[in-house]
């Protein structure tokens, strides 16, 4: 039976690739394919009878034109295969050969031939001439499968065309035949599919995982060619390959493919057929440039094929056929009327057409035509617009009361209309080229004459410029047997495309000074995004959804910059605008991303660059990654990298850049932020796949379910900020005057000392190498610390004139973050201190009290102390204050004692504007006040056990002034330190001078967050090597030592979290190591979480005794990351039931994970949401609900099945017990006590 499945498959692949029938051609494509067949004056002829004559040609690949008539129509079916001459006299002789096989065998071959063909003709689908008409046949109930040709006479009858066939090309490539005839064909056929694909759509292909060791192979090498097969199935992104086909007007080869597909996959068992082959998005895609051309035969079926492989159609699909009825100049009432008689038969509604379904161009124009053809009163429904977040944490905002009141605004009157406009132009244009151009605050100092390496620049630029421009055209005319590729670069001309390159070459020329140098990799995604970019750009212009997007925000951006409360939020207020321009293209259409591999084979345009000395201008180098894994760098020529530092501008882009324009709002796991093309909601680790974590997530959860996430999105991202431009004018002074390490401003790396220059003998020189290398390392740290100051001050130099915004998406746990990556108020002090909220509010009567208390918290000098005590000691301090706002670089300089040193100095000013104002109570503040949680991870840990004794130490319980757990701990680490030695412990005298706040800290902080004792006794032997005289020699055991009580003592203190910790460790054991499942599970928000840590190793097959490499879950990354990601997921969810209530409370509202902003007369409010939130959430039975969800994830794993090893079933229940939660016992904290801590977040 394998056997015939392997022939039959060979002799689909030659039988003909699956077309477009000439009657559906146009002019153009009839009269190419004409020729075509004309070609050296041969041409397959045609009886009545439909006789097929078949043509050997010499010199050329086997070729097969098959003709199908059937009630005088053709459907031709053509494989053409890439045309090769023989380069050898091997090579001529077996074409002679053929040559005469096929005089002696052509008669009677082709005679059977047209017997099987009009066989197979009487059962394919029929095809008609006249315009093209929907029979009732053809929406049948059950549709009948697609019949093929018959097996066993092909297999009977042809078999020595095929084998002469395998002789040609064996031949042709040198190869020599082997016995095992199952291993060759199913390797043919796997090569013929992928040749027809690539040579089609090239680059689509994802990398398959392939076998290492082929020795293991030789015992059964047909099932080894069949695996192979499998995993190219199963690793090909034909989905994504069909879409770009058919984005590119390539409708025949798409479906000719998407035939050959099925075809091969159908031959398999059910077990072993890829799982994208039942994606309904695989046949839409093909529908929809069917529908396009009016091919409504065609559409029948893809149709036919679709409930062959048991994929339900859906609205979508539906609809092209409408539209495509629509587009038709003839009546079509009946055809249209059967089309909704099929969807209210499958318990659609006509009425969701507009709401449930994507469209682009003109399509939905002609589905409302279609159907108003047929009903007068067509009215379809909206898109929802205030659809109910369906979560228990927040139904009252569900109902109608919470719906109907105004949310506040922070953008009105940031701008006028007229510069909105020309923003939005900027915007576009930016978002088209990612890339713009910005000039240092300072000149990098070099020698040798400016103006001359300027020219010498412009000459190397103007020399890549030409030889681009020349691959570029040479390339496009080298494609003309792969269209495909022409598609890619058809967005852009040659000297855009020559400009784009270069752009990405001097952003590596960028970061190459701050020896940060690009891998392949990333040097080929960055040129293929930006490729993707204009791509994208050129085809959302083409099909009309530039325009309607450039309508809709300028309505949206306008109701934002009008009106200070809006009617819902920002994400409802984009739907109701978008039905209020219903026609046209639908916004927020996924565009099909390109896989890795179609993005890196631009970077082969891109690599020949040299200087004008024809030297090259980049190495590739080999150069070493945090975790020590060596990777293949491009590092630039030092003339050029010389050059350049000389250079008078630098590029950036887009994802480092602020936005100029309010960001557009996130409706969908697709759409937001950017006016064209796609964002990307949820950032992922640098995986070895982070596409497949992605689709993972986005598998398993909709838009629908995340709509609360959206609105924090939108309502954070949508605060306009402004440059503190008095801290940025001292900041520049610093850097300018060559930085300063008291003040926290890197200092730019030194020259080399000059008993360093000279060479060393690696003998005789050791201490001398040591030295160099460990100055070339600090010289790179300094260096790569003063580029990124530079790149900073450079982009906040940009905006200080014009309010900015930070767009928002989130990290796979759920934790926010801004996406530019180099402006943003998630950084460090220096870059914090800059930003201010572009909307001020009076500070009212609490307000310049709150700017006090937050000055005393940024300086970290009265940690324990209450906050009146605070207010005290800032009034105190007052002329120092004042002294640092005024005279900050010559005077007394008290604010440099801070923690926060450049923060303190920015609200020392606030302070000093609001106390010499005529009325602090009326003065308009600016400034962003905090408010921060005490050790955030233990809280919730606290929390999730109700642990009484640590709800205390955290400031869960209310208390006169603020606790500290590090001086608790501190204080019991002194303790059992003075009680080990009185029992005569010698470490422990030695370690008493070191038991300090800042010692513990680190590790009571991290522990928390899953760290290793490995990892903390690092963090404790950092904080040591700082103290002034500390004895080196001792360090190890002193910082053994103190970690171990440290951790003891942390049990003692927080017992309840330990025993939660510990259940989270066995849980993700249990998952990893024992389910073979990733760790995943969904926040109280509906975010689903999944840890992507996987390991790869090899397995041999007992049977086949196959080796391959296979990936299950890391359980020891599991298990150490697990407990961290759970915890960091509350806290997000924290922070965004925060959010959401401080919107509907009229806050400004902005935070950096568990450090929440506001302006300092919201602070009271704010303080009061935070509490009541963090009750809110931790009523839920937190711990549950995730025991519950991991059972019902893994039920199928669990499930004990009929004949079971006993052993088996024992480990299915062990594994079943550890994920539920019942050992852990709750402790008796009251969580309403929370309510009452004034230092909860302080």
Known sequence: MEQKLIDAGRRMLDAGRCGIPKAHLGPSDQLKRSNDYDRQGRRGSLGPHGEMSLTFRSGRSFRTLLFLKQNRVHRICQLQLNESRFANSRLCSASEVLTEVKKKVRAKEIKDLSIAVEKYSANVLDINDDTPSLKKSEFPEKLDETNYPDDEAFQTKHSGAGARLELLENLANNKT????????QWDIERKRLLTRIENSAHGSRRRAVKPLNVDSFKKDQGQTSLSRLLAELESLDIANILSILCQRGKTQEAVDILFNYLYICNKLKNAQKPKQLYDVNLFNCIHRALAKQGEITWMDHVLALMTKQSVTPTLQTYAHFLECLGRSTHDQSNKIQQVIHQIEKQGLRVRDLYRDCCYISDEWTFVRKAVETVQDNFNPFPRPEQPPYNNPL????????????KNFNPNKDIMSNKKLSQKIKGRLKLEKDE????????????????????EEIREIKKQWSHSLTRLYTQSFMAWNTQQTHKGYLEALTAKEFSDMVIEVVELMM????????????????????????????????????????????????????????????????????????????????????????????????????????????FFDTMNRNILGKCLSCYMPHPRLLKLYKKGASFGFELSELPSTIPPVPWTSLYHGIHLIGNAELIRTPAAKDPERQKKLVYDKMSSSDILSIFDVLNYIGSCPWITNKEVLKIQLEVF???????????????????????????????QMLIEKNAWTKKSFEMNSLWYSCLWMLTIAKEFSDKPFWLPLNLDYRGRVYCCSSILQYQSNDLTRSLFLFANGKPLGE?????????????????????NKDRLEYANQMMDKILDSADNPLKGEQWWLQSDEPWQTLACCMEIAKAIRSDDPTKFISHFPVHQDGSCNGLQHYAALGRDKSGAKSINLDSSEAPEDVYSDIMEMVELQRQEDEKNGKEIAKMVAPYITRKVVKRPVMTSVYGVTHFGARLQVQQVLKEIPGFPEEHLKEISAYIVDTIMSNLKKKFQTAGIIQEWFNEVAKATSAGLKKHVEWKTPLGLLVVQMADKSFLQKNPITKETRRVIYPDTIKQRQSFPPNFIHSLDSVHMMLTALHCMKKGLTFSSVHDCFWTHACDIDTMNKICREQFVVLHSQPLLQQLSDYMLEAHKEELKLRKGMKPDERERLKGYAKVLKCDKIKLGDFDLNNVLDSEYFFS
């Open 177 to 184: 035949l082997v016995s095992d005839h199952s291993s060759q």
């Open 394 to 405: 927040l139904t009252h905002l569900d109902t109608p009361k919470a719906k109907r009141a």
């Open 435 to 454: 890339y713009a151009v910005l000039k240092p605050v300072v000149k990098i100092k070099q020698g040798g004459k400016r103006e001359s390496s300027k």
């Open 510 to 617: 960028r970061d190459s000074l701050q020896t940060l140098y690009w891998t392949k990799r990333k040097f080929a995604q960055t040129l293929g995004r930006r490729l993707m970019q204009k791509t994208q750009y050129f085809y959302m212009e083409k099909y009309g959804i530039l325009d309607k997007v450039n309508v809709v925000y300028k309505e949206y951006a306008q109701q934002l910059l009008d009106n200070s409360h809006i009617s819902g939020t920002h994400r409802e207020i984009w739907e109701a605008i978008c039905n209020r321009h219903m026609e046209g293209p639908t916004l927020g259409v996924p565009m099909t991303p390109w896989s890795y591999e179609t993005q890196i084979w631009i970077c082969t345009l891109s690599t020949k660059c040299y200087l004008l000395n024809k030297e090259p201008a």
């Open 736 to 766: 300018r005057n060559n930085g300063s390490k008291e003040m926290n401003v890197p200092l730019p790396a030194p020259p080399v000392p000059l008993h360093l220059k000279k060479k060393f003998n690696r003998k005789e020189d050791k």
């Open 846 to 866: 609490k307000g310049l009290d709150w700017l006090k208390i937050h000055l005393i918290n940024l300086t970290g000098l009265k940690k324990r102390f209450s």
